[in-house]
Structure formats: C-alpha cells, structure tokens
Nanobody
Framework: VQLQAFGGGLVQPGGSLRLSCAAS????????MGWYRQAPGKQRELVAG???????NYADSVKGRFTISRDKAKITVYLQMNSLKPEDTAVYYC????????WGKGTQVTVSS
C-alpha cells in the first residue's frame, strides 16, 4: 500500500484546512485508515481514523472540530479541520492498516497568526 498526503499549509487560528490521503496498491486489504500528528518534542498521536466499515474515531482534542471521511471507492480519506488552534500545529501523517502499518510522508500544518 502506498499513501500520498495532500493539503497541509499555514492557516490563522479559527481557520480551516482539508487534508487528503490517497491510497494505492493493495487497497482491498486496508482495514483502517487514520491521521496522526507529531508536534516538535512530542510523541506521534492519533488524530482521527475510520474503519473499512466506515466507523470514525477521534482524539478528544479534536472532537467537534475535525471530521474524517472517505470516498466511496475507499481510495481517498479526508480530514476536514475546522476551528484550528495553534496547538494543532504539527506534521500530519496518513496511516493505513492491513496486517501491517503503512505510513505516508508527513504534511506540515501550521496554525499561526
């Protein structure tokens, strides 16, 4: 499985961004896809994920602000991020789980005025 992430950037507090993660390869074997983030000096943490059955889960810190979704072909997963805060600043990584973990290259999200 190969993952390609798009959509990071610089946004002011309160703004919005949408991240996309396009999967290719053995996508039929994907059981779960998620977005993680890692801020400087901190451990990588799960932000949001979605199962192959479409059930989402979110970190408490982003509930009500972020929404994860996917296209019908289950090829692309989106992370809509609203009401962004400076503490959301991090490198965001796309993840896919089959019988092993796959990671895309990170995309920087910076929330700053």
């Amino acid at each position: 499985v190969q993952l390609q992430a798009f959509g990071g950037g610089l946004v002011q507090p309160g703004g919005s961004l949408r991240l996309s993660c396009a999967a290719s390869g053995s996508i039929f074997s994907i059981k779960y896809m998620g977005w993680y983030r890692q801020a400087p000096g901190k451990q990588r943490e799960l932000v949001a994920g979605i199962t192959s059955g479409g059930t989402p889960n979110y970190a408490d810190s982003v509930k009500g602000r972020f929404t994860i979704s996917r296209d019908k072909a289950k090829i692309t997963v989106y992370l809509q991020m609203n009401s962004l805060k400076p503490e959301d600043t991090a490198v965001y990584y796309c993840n896919a789980v089959t019988y092993m973990d796959y990671w895309g290259k990170g995309t920087q999200v910076t929330v700053s005025s």
